[in-house]
């Protein structure tokens, strides 16, 4: 079993700046990649961004783009989500994801922690 436990998020007023923190942890640990997603209210889960564990290869949602920097630490088995330039309509519960199993999709979900860009 893998456990996620996402940290750092909160209220921000727009052009501010915030870093979500990811921590992995279980009997053994593997991940293929991480990734973020997020969920607006009224609005289906999107996918934000990823990060190949091995490789540090990295993709992004064009909204995104060019302002959220994902990154990790494979001896902290953590991955980060560094966020600038918000915007009100990035507000949403951000969540981390992970892929351990062979195959298409993420196998482990965190709880999500709370994203609020103020106008």
């Known amino acids: 079993q893998v456990q996620l436990v996402e940290s750092g998020g909160g209220l921000v007023q727009a052009g501010g700046s915030l870093r979500l923190s990811c921590a992995a942890s279980?009997?053994?640990?593997?991940?293929?990649?991480m990734g973020w997603f997020r969920q607006a209210p009224g609005k289906e889960r999107e996918f934000v961004a990823a990060i190949s564990w091995s490789s540090g290869s990295t993709s992004y949602a064009d909204s995104v783009k060019g302002r959220f920097t994902i990154s990790r630490d494979n001896a902290r088995n953590t991955v980060y989500l560094q966020m600038n330039s918000l915007k009100p309509e990035d507000t949403a519960v951000y969540y981390c994801?992970?892929?351990?199993?062979?195959?298409?999709?993420?196998?482990?979900w965190g709880q999500g922690t709370q994203v609020t860009v103020s106008a």
């Open positions: 279980g009997r053994t640990f593997s991940s293929r990649a």
């Open positions: 994801a992970a892929v351990v199993k062979p195959g298409p999709g993420y196998d482990y």
